[in-house]
């Protein structure tokens, strides 16, 4: 016998489609391609810290962590923000552990977005933002930023910012650019918000990878903003264990309160063996402060084996992308030379027109440089052979 479904399917999220990151993984896969397209590393994390995980799970730390994450993570947490920010949480009531920065990201947008509430998001933009708004019948105010500086346009900012702006969702540094906000910037948008009810989500994943002695540029170096900003950190992506999906959050009490009263029906808890380690991983500064400089010389290295190829390019400022013009090759639409290259050349890169307004193509593709040298030796002679 058949049976006929009785239900009509109305989708929330009638445009969004399977991401580029599994497309083009899955591509890669496919045709045995150098994957430099999903963001992860191809090395392990240290040693020591899987040690913590393997200690705390044999010390039978396998159950429900408490809801806000353990006090002695959120504490090191607090103690990780004075040290490099000079600035204070309390681990109390102001810091939160998620299921990586994603949980976070969704779960703040769900507690304050309201029908009809603009949220602006500069452009090209992390892919986990504007899917998150439309859930919750929020409207994305979309600020498109120029391809080769991606700087921002404040009086732009200006314009749009009225009385149904609840959020601005920023993101230094940035993913998929490479860009980085200064201090100038901070100051604009402190400006701008300081008389106005918009939260600040800022999306700080990549915080302790950036380049040529730029200072980060926290929320939370700016009075004016920490007081109406969470934080978003992710552990995956500054200890190379992006599979275990850990992160955090931060900010002011009032707000976090709100914040746990969804994040407590969204997952309850975080990964409480996790949890253990990191608290005792962080305590050495160590591990996170050196991480710019693994990263600075992978960037290097990558763009001096590639400086004489087709594609062009501004050196990164951040992040462990670095972002190829291949208009000197060909002009293919970006989507379509990414996926070319995958099964003509077996490399995999990730085409920025998916994170743009209207899908704008300025033949761009994104590498995530964050592999090791073999890897990045390999996917240069075939960047250069292109
Ligand atoms: N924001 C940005 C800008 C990212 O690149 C990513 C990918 N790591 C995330 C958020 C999500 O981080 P997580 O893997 O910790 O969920
Ligand atoms: N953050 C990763 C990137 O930008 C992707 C993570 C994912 O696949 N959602 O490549």
């Known amino acids: 016998m058949i049976y006929k479904t009785r239900y009509s399917m109305i989708s929330k999220l009638p445009d969004v489609k399977t991401t580029i990151f599994t497309v083009m993984g899955k591509l890669a896969k496919e045709y045995d391609a150098i994957n430099l397209s999903q963001g992860f590393p191809d090395f392990d994390s240290d040693p020591k810290l899987i040690d913590l995980v393997t200690k705390a799970m044999k010390n039978g730390y396998n159950q429900y962590a408490p809801m806000q994450g353990i006090m002695e993570l959120r504490e090191a947490i607090a103690n990780k923000f004075d040290v490099l920010y000079n600035v204070k949480y309390n681990p109390e009531t102001e810091i939160t552990i998620t299921a990586g920065a994603t949980q976070a990201i969704f779960t703040i947008i769900s507690t304050f977005i309201h029908q009809d509430d603009e949220v602006i998001i500069f452009k090209p933009a992390y892919d986990c933002y504007e899917p998150a708004i439309e859930l919750n019948k929020g409207k994305s105010i979309l600020i498109q930023l120029e391809a080769p500086n991606y700087s921002v346009d404040w009086n732009m900012v200006k314009q749009l910012i009225n009385s149904k702006t609840k959020m601005i969702i920023i993101n230094t540094p940035h ?160 989507i379509k030379f990414a996926q070319r290259m995958v099964k003509d050349y077996r490399l995999a890169a990730i085409p920025i027109s998916v994170f743009n307004s209207n899908q704008i193509d300025n033949n761009m593709l994104r590498f995530c440089f964050a592999k090791k040298k073999e890897t990045l030796e390999r996917a240069a002679e075939i960047l250069c052979e292109i």
């Open 175 to 334: 993913n998929p650019s490479g860009s980085v906000w200064s201090q100038q910037d901070m100051i604009q948008l402190e400006a701008l918000v300081k008389d106005t009810n918009s939260i600040i989500l800022s999306d700080e994943v990549y915080e302790h990878i950036i380049f040529d002695k730029e200072p980060h540029q926290s929320v939370c170096l700016f009075p004016y903003l920490k007081e109406r900003s969470f934080v978003v950190a992710s552990f995956g992506k500054t200890f190379h264990t992006t599979g275990w999906k850990m992160g955090y959050c931060a900010a002011p009490s009032k707000l976090m309160h709100e914040f746990r009263k969804v994040h407590q029906f969204n997952v309850f808890c975080a990964n409480h063996p996790m949890q253990i380690a990191f608290a005792e991983y962080l305590k050495n500064p160590n591990n996170y402060l050196n991480i710019n400089s693994l990263y600075l010389e992978k960037r290097n290295f990558l763009l001096n084996l590639i400086k004489d190829s087709r594609f062009k390019f501004i050196p990164s400022r951040g992040t462990y992308f670095q972002l190829l013009n291949y208009s000197a090759i060909t002009n293919e639409s970006d």
